[in-house]
């Protein structure tokens, strides 16, 4: 039996209702971000066509009740297409968070404890750091071609240092505890120390920390495609559609305008959840609450 079947079902919906009427903003952020990710899964039955379906006599026609978004330059579906970005946008931010919260949390357990690799592992984290993003991305796409597991790789790398430093002052706080030193004088191993004592005060903060990785990952990506060093053209990514829309901005402005509101409100929903979290699974906050 786990920990969570031993807690009454009515104090989980109260604990659930609590943070829904203290947190209305997290809630919400919650609630559509969970139907962006359903409209990405979902996407091919939610009324869409081909993205890369090409249709020369609708060009540029604004949105209307046959094309709810209207269509783009070469008369595809922007509706289909912004749908479809979704499943780019948020496969890089979560697989990013994923890999940087995992690689991250490895590094900084094992860095935090030990104190003779903590001074090394340490000084090549920094070396890390002072590499930018955008600039390892384009180096990337130069050597291997532009594609999506570049772009991940490339955003990816940067991002391991920032978990490794939080996951280090956890572990720097927490290894001096008496139950730390307690396990430690009756002889327990240190892979047993590690993920019995000190991986659990790591979780909450990563889980945070994860929220914003992916945040950022996803205007990297946006970001990347939109400069040309990201996603294939041919993937329909919200940063490929603004960068091919952005010289028909004057008169056809909603090729732009509404993946870019997509974007935005996918990493506000992020961010915003992202707080909520923190305040509910940071104690000091939650008793301020």
């Given at each position: ?44 039955w ?12 609708p ?17 595809r ?34 860095s ?20 930018p ?7 990337l ?58 991986l ?17 990952a ?39 305008l509404i ?31």
């Open positions: 039996m786990s920990a969570a079947d031993t807690v009454p079902a009515p104090r989980r919906t109260g604990a659930l209702a609590a943070f829904v009427l203290r947190r209305p903003f997290a809630a919400v952020a919650a609630l559509i971000l969970i139907a962006i990710v359903a409209a990405a899964v979902l996407a091919p939610l009324g869409t066509v081909d993205p890369r379906k090409l249709n020369v006599l060009r540029m026609r604004p949105p209307s009740e046959t094309a709810w978004f209207g269509s783009d330059q070469f008369g579906d922007l509706y289909t297409r912004v749908v479809y970005g979704a499943r780019v946008s948020l496969i890089v931010g979560f697989t990013v968070a994923l890999l940087s919260v995992s690689i991250g949390l490895f590094i900084g357990l094992v935090g404890y030990l104190r003779r690799l903590d001074a090394v592992v340490m000084r090549i984290m920094d070396g890390l750091m002072s590499i993003g955008i600039l390892l991305a384009i180096g796409v130069a050597v291997s071609g532009a594609s999506m597991k570049t772009v991940i790789i490339a955003i990816t790398i940067p991002e391991i240092p920032r978990v490794v430093r939080l996951v280090r002052a956890v572990v720097l706080s927490v290894r001096e505890e008496p139950y730390v030193e307690a396990a430690i004088s009756v002889g327990t191993r240190l892979p047993l120390i590690l993920v019995r004592h000190i659990p005060n790591c979780i909450p903060p990563l889980i945070v920390q994860a929220t914003y990785v992916a945040a950022s996803m205007l990297t990506e946006a970001l990347l495609s939109f400069l040309g060093a990201g996603t294939p053209p041919e993937i329909p990514s919200w940063g490929n559609m603004m960068a091919e829309g952005r010289i028909f901005f004057p008169i056809a402005p909603w090729i732009v993946p870019g509101c997509a974007l935005a409100l996918t990493i506000l929903s992020v961010n915003v959840l992202g707080d909520g979290l923190r305040d509910r699974l940071d104690p000091k906050i939650a008793k301020r609450m």
